[in-house]
């Protein structure tokens, strides 16, 4: 498969490129993956991509995950171009043990319920809470979906 230059370019334009065999969308964190073609642009909320054929320390052939806010992503010329707000951080996939997996579900549970509870609310014209709070909460729950979902751990480095 050929090489695909990734560029990711953060709000404050520091730049790191890859070499990747193929990017991959996640809009809905459903195990489906929609590739990203030539010649797209795209724009979503809040992203969630996965990277495949990137090298390791090992020179093996790794895939490797991001959640980012706001992307903005272009590709033409076999270049991704990939804009970002926030921090930039991989993960990869490690498969946890059924305790750690339970306990990280019942606290996103939880998440989920407040999640619910401030939107009925706000539904109902009753706001007795912190907007930005919901909104910090929405993010955690996107983003720790994600990583229970696709049993996704930090990489290090």
């Known amino acids: ?3 695909i230059t990734l560029k990711l370019v953060s709000e404050s334009f520091e730049i790191k490129k890859l070499k990747i065999t193929k990017f991959e969308i996640n809009n809905e964190l459903k195990d489906y993956w929609v590739t990203f073609k030539p010649n797209s642009v795209a724009s979503i909320r809040k992203g969630f991509f996965r990277l495949s054929g990137i090298k390791d320390q090992n020179e093996n052939n790794a895939t490797k995950y991001l959640i980012l806010n706001n992307p903005f992503i272009i590709y033409s010329e076999n270049e991704i171009e990939l804009r970002y707000k926030g921090k930039l951080e991989f993960y990869v996939h490690e ?3 059924k305790k750690t997996l339970k306990d990280k579900n019942s606290q996103l549970i939880h ?33 720790e979906t994600a990583l229970l979902n696709f049993e996704l ?5």
């Open 153 to 157: 751990v930090k990489e290090c480095k």
């Open 1 to 3: 498969m050929s090489k």
């Open 95 to 97: 498969k946890m043990n």
């Open 111 to 143: 998440k989920k319920q407040q999640l619910q509870l401030i939107q009925s609310y706000e539904a109902n014209n009753i706001y007795f809470f912190d907007t930005l709070e919901m909104l910090k909460l929405r993010e955690e729950v996107f983003y």
